[in-house]
């Protein structure tokens, strides 16, 4: 059984930063790709940021230049470090990973405000 474990929301006044971490337990095999969604009141769970196996990484036109992601397959953890946090990325974040099937953390709450 694999689970995702998600950490590193919080409350965070406009301009500043955080990091999000996830792991995965319950596989022996690497994931070969690994992303961070979210989903905000009222709206749809959007892409933000995407890695795969070869490194390759996708951003969302919103959070380019402020967001990082990056990530270890062989150990199945994805990180993403939040820069110049708006308003607007209030919302719950979530990892997923492809490891022979598709998997979702449970969701984390940022929230940006002053």
């Known amino acids: 059984q694999v689970q995702l474990v998600e950490s590193g929301g919080g409350l965070v006044q406009p301009g500043g930063s955080l990091r999000l971490s996830c792991a995965a337990s319950g596989s022996i095999f690497s994931a070969n790709f690994m992303g961070w969604f979210r989903q905000a009141p009222g709206k749809e769970r959007e892409s933000v940021a995407t890695?795969?196996?070869?490194?390759?990484?996708n951003y969302a036109d919103s959070v380019k230049g402020r967001f990082t992601i990056t990530g270890d397959n062989a150990k199945n953890t994805v990180y993403l470090q939040m820069n110049n946090l708006k308003p607007e990325d209030t919302a719950v974040y979530y990892c997923y990973m492809m490891i022979r099937g598709g998997y979702w953390g449970q969701g984390t709450q940022v929230t940006v405000s002053s």
């Open positions: 890695i795969n196996s070869g490194r390759v990484t």
